[in-house]
């Protein structure tokens, strides 16, 4: 089990996808907490999903601790899951109301963030970590 966690390639470039998605759930999770009325809490109140104080907070810190895994690429797979079942649930609750409105392409253009995180998280959930991983370090011992 733990060598298919940690398994990844020796690919030099991984770490510029497992950066910019890491760098954006940081980025994300750390606004719901200080941004809890327009990122967090007040957000998921706004599109009715239940218990949106513990979403906020649940939702927040899977995506900076998860976020943080993939910079450091520990457990880079594992951390990907989260962050895939967070994407899909944002497309499934917000962006089939654009779709509604607004259209097919309106949906695109709203959405091209969402889907280089949910694209890049699936690259690094099949790939793994890289060359300059911790997961990397450990199959090594």
């Known amino acids: 089990m ?17 950066f910019i998605v890491g ?3 940081v ?18 109140e706004k599109i009715g999903l239940p218990a949106p104080e513990f979403l906020g907070f649940f939702v927040g810190s899977f995506e900076v601790i998860c976020g943080v895994l993939l910079l450091i690429g520990l457990l880079t797979r594992l951390a990907t899951i989260p962050l895939i079942i967070i994407m899909l649930v944002a497309f499934a609750t917000t ?31 099949i ?7 911790a997961d990397r370090k450990l199959m090594k011992k």
């Open 2 to 18: 733990k060598e298919t966690l940690i398994n990844t390639d020796c690919s030099k470039t991984t770490i510029i996808i497992r």
């Open 23 to 25: 760098i954006v759930f």
């Open 27 to 44: 980025s994300e999770g750390f606004q719901k907490f200080i941004f809890p009325a327009t990122r967090g809490a007040g957000r998921f």
């Open 95 to 125: 962006k089939s109301e654009v779709y509604l409105n607004e259209g097919f392409w309106e949906l695109l253009h709203g959405s091209r963030t969402d889907w280089a995180m949910l694209l890049g998280s699936m690259f690094i959930l």
């Open 127 to 133: 790939r793994g970590g890289g060359l300059w991983s």
